[in-house]
């Protein structure tokens, strides 16, 4: 039995994330989604929180044939210590996945095994896009799973992004 850990913000997850995973099920049994900085929320940048991340990955996921967990990371100041503190919060995996190069050095230097993935339709499979689209009204709706435009629409998300964008001193 392989447990691979796939770790990323997903603000919010998209179809290049859920490709990512469809591929990941070739390789593993079970799937721990790490929702990075889940201490931030209602920022441009980061305008879900931890628990509406984990709605939209959650209900995207139920036909996958794969185990999934999601577990919330919060950030820490010290990035010497952040993976002791990945490996605090998730169940124990053999193999982790991610194309973010920090990301990649700390489980390398921590001898962890690091796998990348091709990047799907990355001109437009990219959280920034589909924030922006949010805010200025495009359509967003066809970069992401379903299950992600529902949970959208439950939470208000459009309208909290489109707020936050116009006293956000952080916007993209
Ligand atoms: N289109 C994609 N295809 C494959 N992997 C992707 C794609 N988009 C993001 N990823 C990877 O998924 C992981 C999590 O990504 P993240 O949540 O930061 O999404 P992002 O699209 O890069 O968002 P943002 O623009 O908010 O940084 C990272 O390793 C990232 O490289
Ligand atoms: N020191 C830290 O807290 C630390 C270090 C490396 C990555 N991370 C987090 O891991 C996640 C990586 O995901 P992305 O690939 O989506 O950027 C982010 O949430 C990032 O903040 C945190």
């Known amino acids: 039995m392989t447990r691979g850990f796939y770790i990323g913000r997903f603000q919010p997850f998209h179809n290049g994330h859920q490709n990512m995973v469809e591929q990941i099920a070739d390789d593993v049994d079970e799937l721990v989604l790490g929702i990075g900085s889940a201490d931030n929320s209602h920022t441009v940048r980061n305008p879900f929180t931890a628990g509406e991340r984990i709605m939209m990955i959650t209900k995207s996921l139920v036909d996958t044939d794969l185990v999934t967990y999601a577990v919330p990371i919060e950030d820490l100041e010290r990035n010497s210590v952040w993976v002791s503190h990945v490996q605090s919060m998730s169940p124990d995996f053999d193999v982790a996945y991610s194309n973010n190069p920090l990301v990649i050095q700390l489980f390398r230097e921590a001898n962890i095994e690091i796998r990348q993935s091709p990047m799907f339709n990355r001109e437009v499979l990219e959280g ?44 993209e």
């Open 128 to 171: 920034s896009e589909v924030r922006q689209r949010m805010i200025h009204g495009g359509d967003w709706e066809s970069l992401v799973p379903e299950a992600v435009a529902e949970v959208v629409g439950e939470i208000g998300g459009v309208e909290r992004i489109q707020m936050v964008s116009d006293s956000d001193s952080n916007s």
